[in-house]
T-cell receptor, first 113, second 115 residues
Framework: GDSVTQMEGPVTLSEEAFLTINCTYT??????LFWYVQYPGEGLQLLLKATKADDKGSNKGFEATYRKETTSFHLEKGSVQVSDSAVYFCALSGGTSGSRLTFGEGTQLTVNP | NAGVTQTPKFQVLKTGQSMTLQCAQD?????MSWYRQDPGMGLRLIHYSVGAGITDQGEVPNGYNVSRSTTEDFPLRLLSAAPSQTSVYFCASSYSSMGMGNTIYFGEGSWLTVV
């Protein structure tokens, strides 16, 4: 079945540091890939998505590129802020599970001033 | 634009009690689902529905029932609560179960504690 693997957390960075959160996936066919963000005490919000190979999703300074050759969708941001502190989830849909989302474990990011 | 609305936001239950988590969406979405979120395990699918009158099991359906009598509503029922059901529950919806890249919208979550 489909699966998503994220880098283990938690991740702690200083403000303005560069962020990378690794995500790799296993799926048949051509899944769509997503990053969701969950701020403390809130639900999940879609951060960005990519629907085909080599697509780059971007939003709020975050980027991720759909790499089919390495089955990866790593999340990056050039300069993090304290307000980026949250849990980040990589997810896919459209593999064997149709529209059902398969999530990674989540990565807790803490950004210190 | 309400999106996906879940109630209640917080609930404490005693073991053996029953309750229903409500979920409603106003976007005319066909596809609705329930997830639970547990530390270190991401979100796991409990049940889902591809349209009114149609439901199916996800990864962790035991102890939960659902129904989909209308397009808008997708309640999740705990028939006899157990401490293992202590979790955060999220309802989600999307326009269609078919095709790629459908954006899935989440409710704000329901924090459930079973004592």
């Amino acid at each position: 079945g489909d699966s998503v693997t994220q880098m283990e957390g938690p991740v702690t960075l200083s403000e303005e540091a560069f962020l990378t959160i690794n995500c790799t996936y296993t799926a048949t066919g051509y899944p769509s890939l997503f990053w969701y963000v969950q701020y403390p005490g809130e639900g999940l919000q879609l951060l960005l998505k990519a629907t085909k190979a080599d697509d780059k999703g971007s939003n709020k300074g975050f980027e991720a590129t759909y790499r089919k050759e390495t089955t990866s969708f790593h999340l990056e941001k050039g300069s993090v802020q304290v307000s980026d502190s949250a849990v980040y989830f990589c997810a896919l849909s459209g593999g064997t599970s149709g529209s059902r989302l398969t999530f990674g474990e989540g990565t807790q990011l803490t950004v210190n001033p | 634009n309400a999106g996906v609305t879940q109630t209640p936001k917080f609930q404490v239950l005693k073991t053996g009690q029953s309750m229903t988590l409500q979920c409603a969406q106003d976007m005319n979405h066909e596809y609705m689902s329930w997830y639970r979120q547990d530390p270190g395990m991401g979100l796991r699918l409990i049940h889902y529905s591809v349209g009114a009158g149609i439901t199916d099991q996800g990864e962790v359906p035991n102890g939960y029932n659902v129904s989909r009598s209308t397009t808008e509503d997708f309640p999740l029922r705990l028939l006899s609560a157990a401490p293992s059901q202590t979790s955060v529950y999220f309802c989600a919806s999307s326009y269609s179960s078919m095709g790629m890249g459908n954006t899935i919208y989440f409710g704000e979550g329901s924090w459930l504690t079973v004592v």
